[in-house]
């Protein structure tokens, strides 16, 4: 468990290296913590078969350049519960959150997006960069729901079949 951390200008600046990088484990939890200004990679990323997290900052702010804010590239049952998630305007991304990109090796695709404030100001050629606030392989069951949206982005989550 990380509890109570701040997490900032971790990474190379080469996109493989991140803030906050979990293995392939059974349980993560990150809560009440503050992951910001990664360099390149993303500011929380989790190959755990259990993701909670829960109550935290993860951000870009001005001049962050993070890809993701929330990476879980194998899937797993994952709660992201009561958390701001901004997408700065350097961001190298256009997604806030990926869902089970890579593969489906940590199990079940389940996922639950509860009471969050999600904050898209990406831009590109100085103007906004339209991307989904989640990124979600075909087939997870994710639950979404009293979440605040603002910034531009598509309507409802974007699957992708692999």
């Not at 935290?56 to 001005?62: A, F, K, P, Y």
């Not at 009471?115 to 392989?137: A, H, I, K, S, W």
């Not at 910034?151 to 992708?160: D, H, S």
């Amino acid at each position: 468990m990380v509890e109570n951390s701040i997490f900032e200008h971790n990474g190379f600046s080469d996109g493989y290296s991140h803030n906050i990088y979990v293995g392939r484990i059974h349980s993560f939890r990150f809560q009440c913590s503050y992951s910001h200004l990664a360099r390149s990679g993303h500011n929380v990323k989790s190959r755990a078969r259990n993701n909670y997290i829960l109550y935290n900052r993860i951000m870009d702010e001005d001049t962050g350049n993070a890809s993701y804010e929330v990476d879980l590239p194998e899937g797993g049952r994952s709660f992201l519960i009561s958390n701001l998630i901004q997408k700065g305007p350097k961001a190298e991304n256009s997604a806030l959150i990926s869902y089970a990109a890579e593969n489906t090796n940590a199990g079940s695709l389940d996922l639950y997006v509860v009471n969050n404030t999600m904050v898209n100001e990406g831009m590109v050629d100085g103007r906004p960069r339209q991307g989904p606030f989640l990124q979600l392989r075909s087939g997870t069951q994710a639950t979404v729901v009293n979440n605040i949206l603002a910034g531009p982005a598509p309507c409802g989550p974007r699957t992708e079949s692999q």
